[in-house]
């Protein structure tokens, strides 16, 4: 009971993993205006994600633009580009391994030993994908503000954290939080069908015993005939 309670959690971390994954991957809020100095009072917000930018008129109108290259963007959104599709990509492979690994599942038929490595391969991948997406928002996030912190920089090109930063650290946190779940499962059901096979019952020790003292032996039987 306990481990299907640990399967559904796991299943349930991993779905919102995996849509926060795909969130974060469309959101333009990666980088968005910073209100500093003279730009305390404006009437335009504009947004930096990793395939557009959009500009927001006094809460009102807002257009977003496709980036025209990618060559254009600086070093951290390519690479960021890049690692955010991969990571969703494995997070909708690890999900569907999930699924088929789940006890209540009867597509890889009733071997729960297999069932069990499929869910241990869905844990590993998610922990591996919560890495992935853990890499380019860290890297965004330490290249705004290093250019925050940075006097050479201009004011007006200054950008402070989004939102999809935040949501990126959450998503990442819940991704292998998932896989952890996953994996310690594999471990639980290895412990269980160690101690199963490894210590017999009392009864059968017990039946074994009065079954050799009842049956004599060959030798006895040849000492009477």
Not at 144 to 155: A, G, M, Q, S, T
Not at 168 to 187: D, Q
Not at 189 to 199: D, G, L, M, Q, V
Request: proline share 3%; charged share 15%; net charge positive.
């Amino acid at each position: 009971m306990a481990t299907h309670a640990l399967e559904i959690a796991g299943l349930f971390l991993g779905g919102v993993g995996m849509v926060g994954t795909v969130a974060v991957t469309i959101m333009p809020q990666w980088r968005v205006s910073a209100f500093i100095e003279n730009n305390i009072v404006v009437f335009e917000n504009f947004w930096e994600g990793l395939w557009m930018n959009c500009v927001r008129q006094a809460n009102i109108r807002m257009q977003c633009k496709i980036y025209d290259s990618l060559l254009a963007l600086s070093p951290d959104l390519q690479a960021a580009r890049g690692l955010m599709c991969a990571a969703s990509v494995m997070s909708f492979l690890a999900f569907m391994m999930a699924i088929l690994g789940m006890k209540c599942t009867r597509c890889t038929g009733d071997n729960e030993k297999v069932k069990a490595h499929i869910l241990l391969t869905a844990g590993i991948i998610f922990i591996i994908t919560g890495m992935v997406v853990l890499i380019p928002v860290s890297w965004v996030a330490n290249a705004i503000i290093r250019d925050f912190y940075n006097p050479i920089v201009n004011v007006a090109q200054k950008r402070e954290l989004g939102e999809a930063l935040y949501l990126g650290w959450t998503t990442a946190l819940v991704l292998i939080v998932g896989g952890a779940l996953f994996c310690c499962i594999f471990c639980c059901n290895e412990k269980s069908s160690s101690y199963r096979y490894s210590i017999p019952s009392h009864r059968t020790t017990q039946r074994s015993y009065h079954m050799e003292k009842k049956s004599p032996s060959v030798y006895s039987r040849s000492q009477y005939v």
